[in-house]
């Protein structure tokens, strides 16, 4: 299980924001957009991100849009899609 | 054919790995667009502020391009993993210059040249004749940044992993006052030679007036 702490500091990581701490971020906050501030490029690197340390491969776009909402929903989905 | 032009701004900096303290969260306030500078971009930026130009054609060379990213790229394909499209984007040898036009939103034209040890005179040459073809303000920049993983294994050529070098130019009907020789400028990389030649000539110099190759 992954927390939502953990996922931002991942977040952090893998997108270089310089300056931003964990307890900046809510849980509710969006990744793109007026949130995090993401772009189109980050939401690709986002995708590969998952696949290589998820193992999640999205069957189509409609539902990594719901499943990128906001950190909150991109946790939730983790925790599901991890193996039992 | 030789031409006259007053060097208004010229600017250097190398470091034997990272360098440090190129003031980028000043240059660059942003930080959706600061996190994804690379360090040829971050060279750059600096140079060319530390020269005061924020508008206007820019010329620029390396002769080694984006490292990183090329190494991210080639890493990846040999663990069988997909690209990331940050390092795709960021591999190019524009990256440095179209960082800086977005920043400032300068629109005005950018020329990229990759040409080895002669990138920084073939750098001056086409500044040249962008300057005279223009009439305006010119920036020429070169970098190099191959502050790799392993590169010690490669690199014989320098001892300074980050540097770059910057001049501003026009063209002028004043007399040549300073005179350019070829120098060994021992631990910078040959790719940028040429154009420290002429920073060495003119810094603390003002009004610097040189003869330049068209």
Redesign the interface.
């Known amino acids: 299980m992954i927390t939502t702490d953990k996922l931002k500091t991942e977040l952090i990581e893998l997108?270089?924001?310089?300056?931003?701490h964990v307890d900046e971020i809510a849980d509710e906050d969006h990744l793109f957009g007026d949130g995090l501030?993401l772009?189109s490029?980050d939401a690709?690197?986002l995708t590969?991100f998952l696949?290589?340390e998820y193992g999640i491969v999205f069957s189509n776009i409609v539902e990594s849009e719901s499943v990128f909402s906001s950190i909150k929903t991109l946790q939730e989905y983790i925790n599901k899609s991890e193996p039992s | 054919m030789k031409m006259n032009f007053k060097i208004i701004a010229t600017a250097k900096v190398a470091c034997e790995g990272k360098c440090d303290n190129l003031d980028e969260k000043r240059i660059v306030p942003k930080m959706m667009l600061r996190r994804r500078l690379t360090r040829g971009a971050r060279i750059m930026v600096y140079l060319a502020d530390a020269c005061g130009f924020s508008d206007g054609a820019v010329v620029y060379g390396s002769a080694y391009g984006e490292m990183q990213a090329t190494a991210d790229i080639v890493g990846a394909i040999d663990a069988n993993e997909p690209i990331s499209p940050t390092a795709f984007q960021n591999s190019v040898y524009n990256t440095a210059p179209s960082y800086f036009s977005l920043l400032h939103k300068n629109k005005n034209e950018i020329l990229t040249i990759s040409s080895g040890d002669a990138t920084s005179r073939n750098v001056l040459q086409t500044g040249a004749l962008q300057a005279v073809t223009t009439g305006k303000e010119v920036l020429l920049v070169c970098s190099e940044a191959i502050n790799i993983p392993n590169i010690e294994e490669v690199n014989s050529c320098t001892e300074y992993l980050e540097s770059g070098v910057a001049l501003s130019l026009v063209p002028t009907d004043d007399s040549v006052n300073t005179e350019v020789s070829s120098l060994e400028h021992t631990g910078y990389a040959p790719s940028l030679w040429a154009m420290l030649d002429v920073i060495t000539a003119c810094e603390s110099k003002e009004g610097a007036v040189v003869a330049l190759e068209l």
């Not at chain 1, 997108?15 to 931003?20: H, I, K, S």
């Open positions: 997108f270089n924001l310089e300056g931003v501030g772009d490029v690709i690197e590969i696949d290589n």
